[in-house]
T-cell receptor, first 109, second 114 residues
Framework: RKEVEQDPGPFNVPEGATVAFNCTYS??????FFWYRQDCRKEPKLLMS???SGNEDGRFTAQLNRASQYISLLIRDSKLSDSATYLC??????????FGDGTTLTVKP | DADVTQTPRNRITKTGKRIMLECSQT?????MYWYRQDPGLGLRLIYY???????NKGEISDGYSVSRQAQAKFSLSLESAIPNQTALYFC?????????????FGPGTRLTVL
């Protein structure tokens, strides 16, 4: 079993749709959690951190469930510019980060 | 100017050649990392360094070595390149600490081993 597993996707949605991505992690001692965005073979960039209390940034909402070892990302009112690969990242207690394989989103007109 | 730079950006080489990929940063971060990414997969950690005197193996270090020449420079070497090392390589940096510390990535080096 992989340490970090994501929905395989791809997700193809129309503009304006709401889409949710899920991620599970296996190490219960994991310390911090992130969603990164990666555009077509470019470098990943931080989209948002995922706190225990959950957090929201505009159209994006991230949730963490430590008991179930589960992270989610919700995108509301999808835009064409949201098309990208979304990487779930889990940081362990040794300071190393483990990346999921990513979920690809394509938003269509 | 980019905060994290990688050279070269693209490289084609032959099996058995020694290759060095270089990473420099102007962010003043202590921690530096090397990852590789294969098509359809996430990033896998090759080596990481928490300061100049600290070098650690990641999950896929076989066939690779690194050198932390200074706080700002972290090089990755492929001692004898083989075709399955064809991949996109990313360098990253972060501040110290176990908390919510963002990693900042370089633009990547696309390496092809023939």
């Amino acid at each position: 079993r992989k340490e970090v597993e994501q929905d395989p996707g791809p997700f193809n949605v129309p503009e304006g749709a709401t889409v949710a991505f899920n991620c599970t992690y296996s190490n219960s001692a994991s310390q911090s959690f992130f969603w990164y965005r990666q555009d077509c073979r470019k470098e990943p960039k931080l989209l948002m951190s995922v706190y225990s209390s959950g957090n929201e940034d505009g159209r994006f909402t991230a949730q963490l469930n430590r008991a179930s070892q589960y992270i989610s990302l919700l995108i509301r009112d999808s835009k064409l510019s949201d098309s990208a690969t979304y990487l779930c990242v889990v940081k362990g207690n040794a300071g190393k980060s483990t990346f999921g394989d990513g979920t690809t989103l394509t938003v269509k007109p | 100017d980019a905060d994290v730079t990688q050279t070269p950006r693209n490289r084609i080489t032959k099996t058995g050649k020694r290759i060095m990929l270089e990473c420099s940063q102007t962010k003043g971060h202590d921690r530096m990392y090397w990852y590789r990414q294969d098509p359809g997969l996430g990033l896998r950690l090759i080596y990481y360094s928490f300061d100049v005197k600290d070098i650690n193996k990641g999950e896929i270090s076989d066939g690779y070595s690194v050198s932390r020449q200074a706080q700002a420079k972290f090089s990755l070497s492929l001692e004898s390149a083989i075709p399955n090392q064809t991949a996109l390589y990313f360098c990253a940096t972060s501040v110290s600490g176990l908390g919510y510390n963002e990693q900042f990535f370089g633009p990547g080096t696309r390496l092809t081993v023939l």
